[in-house]
């Protein structure tokens, strides 16, 4: 006994098709963005960062050696000169020595993660990639399968309904296949366990 379905209206699907070319749209966009900032991001992580931390690092190293060096002019006491005071200049060297030391971490830091990146940002380009796959081409493959759903759902509801409910819609017996007889058309008539 066959079930009976009822569609009356394909509006929702519709309303979910129009919101899907939505989220095509949005989702390919929001792909590009993130591919640019992540380009962006790894131009400074393995470019700009080390060139600039290189650059402070050696700025470091000259105001370090001119801090010691002001340490040691004024250290120098000739015979008979009483002690000077050097609390500022030893200061000042800590200050340098500090700042040195800081931006050498910093330094190792960014060499660091411009290493542990790429597995990172592998993983990310793999699953974009899926995604990339199902919302791009024209259309889209998860567009095409909603536009097939639609377009059966139209054919069916485009067969004609049987004008009463006892009386099927029937297929006229000309237009059904005829079954053939064991026997006719060459074949051989099958005898029940072997007997002739």
């Known amino acids: 006994m066959g079930h009976q379905v009822q569609v009356n209206r394909v509006d929702q699907i519709e309303r979910f098709r129009v919101a899907l070319i939505t989220f095509l749209a949005a989702a390919g966009d929001s792909l590009l963005l993130v591919d640019l900032e992540l380009r962006r991001f790894t131009d400074w992580l393995r470019g700009e960062q080390p060139r600039r931390l290189d650059r402070q690092y050696t700025m470091s190293l000259e105001r370090l050696a001119e801090a010691r060096a002001a340490l040691g002019r004024k250290m120098i006491v000739l015979p008979g000169e009483r002690r000077p005071d050097i609390i500022e200049e030893q200061k000042a060297v800590r200050q340098a020595e500090h700042r040195r030391d800081d931006i050498q971490t910093r330094r190792e830091s960014v060499k660091k993660w411009a290493r542990l990146i790429e597995p990172i940002l592998d993983d990310y380009r793999g699953e974009a990639r899926q995604l990339a796959n199902l919302i791009e081409g024209d259309p889209a ?5 909603i536009n097939a759903i639609l377009a059966d759902l139209q054919a069916y509801l485009d067969v004609p309904l049987p004008t009463s409910p006892k009386e099927p819609n029937t297929v006229p017996a000309s237009d059904l296949p005829t079954p053939t007889e064991p ?14």
């Open 141 to 145: 493959p998860s567009l095409r399968f």
């Open 183 to 196: 026997g006719e058309a060459g074949e051989e008539k099958e005898t029940p366990h072997g007997i002739d």
